[in-house]
């Protein structure tokens, strides 16, 4: 049992600190999360406003307890959600300056349906049975590319047609696959999602960082939006490129306001150059297809817009668009970054170039990286000619009739897709990394000299720099991180922490703090966030309240969040239907910073341990 | 089937010629055999177009559900079904087709070499 008076001591003190930093419209609430007399570490504690757009969250210490700063009041819902516990949810009434104590008592599920819908889609991943391992690879490359697979959504049992039908539809949205792996995934999602419940035995490991941390989601848009990357501008505001809808999101996240900025129209059909491809492209009902997001120094915010192969530049002061063409055998501009000089830099996936734009001169200069083999080769030169043909049938997927990932029985490997690039701080020099073909590169900034290395795990995906030129790769194939040494080019690699064995992460992108050198990576099947301290060489997993979280691009604000866009595809199999941004904020957000005693780490791993064993007899 | 859905499945076939003339190899070779075996006692133009029909069995193409031709036989083999309707109708649109082809090629042959 939880001690009485000291608890009561404990939130009395909470709230003396609380009402101390607090803003005149905020609200709090303190208690305990405990389950058969036991406390609960880690659970998430969230809460919700009345309009449903935006969710605070917290976790409990070791002795169960959590206190949370809203700035936001009126009848609110706050929900505890702790792994293998049933959800519990109250609505309260909270005005302004109000301090509530709240306690939840959580009960372990025992009913082995309830138990397996509240599991991750990475419990439900590890049930497909496969009849190889190159379409098992093919799967996680290629279906898991902007959503979970075994979430709610996507675990919904249908027939062999219907999966055979999904599957074709996801071809038409670029997932890259031979006949043979296209039916292997048919077969294994029929035969996986059969509707059963899942037996998995998942490790939550506690650590005592959570406590200080707190999550806050911002809801954005429909449940047709695609926020795909998300910066932060040097006003601090989080700007989010929608490639669903061609719009700008702009999120003020001291006062919850969002705007929302419309690009341009242009002289393109919807589907922007690859209008002949199946439409709409996931949501995209578009012509833009805005993707990646970086600020120059001169305040503007540059977008690549991936479908209308053009870059465009915002002024957030005058909140003014100004497009720039590419030309359209240019496909599929992706992520950008900028140099110390100002010269905006990015990848272009689909006909494996960089593209360097100096915005002083407006001009483009177009980098072409080695073929890396005559089918890849095949793809770069005659892709465009297609896509062009195909233009002239729109929907109609016409692409897929001809390419040679079907008939040459390439799949994915017709293509290299260099995918995430950065800048060296400590040369200047470009890095990318070739997605499909395990590679990454180097390009000389003054004489545009490539070179090129294998990576030990496959999937080298969105790539940054530290401070001190080491470049950090997310392994998406391979549920992997590596360090590559510029200097000596050596790799090592470190395996991410799974749930379960027989589980498995896409890591879709990372970015290091530049004060902590801590290596943030988004985990994307587990609904978790990992912080990677890599002096220790040790990872901190932090779980995520809201199911079916989906993250892109990771900014750092200059409060010390962590922050990036929800963006599964489609927004609404996100558990309530829409995308948001999301920051944490791994030592509590300043001004509602609350100094929670921990006992000891020593006691919360004890407890967590009694969980977890408790959870394999189960 | 519309105009439009019909100029995608041209467009796509016309594409994909090379492809279907490679697995269409077997039997152009047949044909070729034939056409030489058959001088002793058929005329030339009816070797030309038997010839030709032979080579477009093994060309005509049906569309799988990417709407990509493989050859009707290459797909029985592989399992697949086919209508009789449409493979009759596949089968007499590449017969003209070849026979068109072949005879346009010959013709460009026999004026650089007369």
Redesign the interface.
Known sequence: MINRPSKLLFCLLLLGVQAFSLSAKAGTLAGSVSSGGKPLAGTMVTVFDTAGKRRDTVYTDPNGHYSITVDFIGKLQVRARTPYFKDVTQNIDLSSDAQKSFDFVQERHSVAAELSESLPASAHLSTLPWASQDSRAAFVSQCNYCHQVGNALTRTPRDEAGW?ATV?RM?GYFAVLT?RQAQDITKALYQGFDGKEVAAVEKYLFNTDLVHARIKEWVVGDGLTFVHDADVGFDEHLYGADEGHDVIWELDRKTGRIDEWKEPDIDLPVGGVFSGMQLPIGVFSGKHGPHSIAQSADGRLWITNALSSSLASFDPATKKFKLYELGHSHLYPHTIRIDKQGIIWFTIVASNEVARFDPKTEQFEIIRLPDGGFWRAVSHYLFPT?LK?AS??PQ???P???THT??AFQGHDAFPFPYGIDVNPIDGSIWYAKLYANKIGRIDPVTREVTEFDTPLKGPRRLRFDPQGNLWIPAFDDSGLMKFDTRSHRFETFKLPLLAHNEYEVPYALNVNPKTGDVWITSNMSDRIFRFIPGTKTFVTYPLPTRVTWLRDMVFTKDNAVCSSSSNLPAYGIEGGLASFICLYPDGEPGTKTATPIQSAGAAQSILASINASNSKH | MDLQSLSMYAAITILMAPLLAVYGLPFIAGARGFSYLAQLWLGERSRFVIASAIAALGIAPSYDVYKSPVPIYARLLDGAEVSGPFMLASFLVTWIAVTALAYQIGRVLARRNP
């Open positions: 055979a074709h071809e006949n297609v043909i002239w049938f109609q997927n016409m897929l009739a001809v079907k008939w």
